[in-house]
């Protein structure tokens, strides 16, 4: 005579209907059950994968242009922009103080020498060593202005610049946080035991 299997639920010698998932026999009456807990607990997951999506959404919605990390990365760049064009505004500065001191210097001397010829010519007040001293001068005159014409060479030194490293002057790094990780219930025999399954 062949045993008969026991329920696993009720625990009579009346267990008709097997399951794969736990390997255990029931009865028609607590195989339902049975399958009721299974039910209870898939509607269980689309609850925690509902609370996951939000989650995730959540998490996603963080990447956009008002994210705190954005907005950092903004200020510097407006910041550093900023730096960049005073720095740029000093050296303009530094090109035309060039470029013109030398023109502004000898525009100022030959003022002054024009003001001394005119007085010294209106009041006759001059002897020979001072005609000798006026002719240097206008020489002199004549050589600057020579050299005012050519120009003077001056260059734009921008060695720092090509030395910055633009890619790592600012860049992003992940950083892992610690999080504590939540108890998922432990699965045996392919289901998941809760306090209210028995154990086989």
Same mark, same amino acid.
């Given at each position: 005579m062949a045993k008969s299997n026991q329920c696993s639920t009720c625990q009579k010698p009346i267990g008709i209907i097997h399951c794969v998932g736990c390997d255990g026999y +029931?009865? $028609?009456?607590?195989?339902?059950?049975?399958? /009721?807990?299974? +039910?209870? *607990?898939? /509607?269980? =997951?689309?609850? /925690?994968? !509902?609370?996951l999506q939000e989650k995730i959404t959540k998490a996603t919605k963080g990447n956009s242009l008002s994210n705190p990390l954005i907005e950092e990365i903004n200020a510097?760049?407006?910041?550093?922009?900023?730096?960049? &064009? %005073?720095?740029? *505004?000093?050296? &303009? %500065? %530094?090109?035309?103080? =060039?470029? !013109? #001191?030398? #023109?502004?210097?000898? $525009? !100022?001397?030959? &003022? #002054?020498? #024009? $003001?001394?010829?005119? !007085?010294?010519? *209106? $009041?006759?007040?001059?002897?020979?060593?001072? =005609?000798?001293r006026l002719k240097q001068k206008i020489d002199q005159f004549n050589v600057e202005l020579t050299q005012l014409s050519h120009g003077t060479i001056i260059e734009l030194n921008k060695e720092e610049n090509e030395r910055i490293n633009w890619n790592r002057m600012i860049y992003v790094q992940e950083k892992p946080v610690e999080v504590e990780r939540q108890q998922t219930p432990t699965r045996q025999q392919g289901m998941f035991l809760t306090s209210n399954l028995n154990k086989f």
């Open positions: +029931f009865c $028609t009456k607590d195989f339902k059950g049975h399958r /009721e807990i299974l +039910f209870t *607990e898939m /509607e269980k =997951l689309v609850e /925690e994968r !509902n609370k510097w760049e407006k910041t550093t922009i900023e730096k960049v &064009r %005073q720095t740029a *505004e000093q050296v &303009r %500065q %530094q090109a035309n103080q =060039l470029m !013109n #001191s030398k #023109s502004m210097k000898t $525009t !100022n001397e030959f &003022r #002054s020498f #024009s $003001t001394e010829l005119a !007085n010294m010519k *209106e $009041t006759e007040d001059y002897v020979e060593h001072d =005609l000798a």
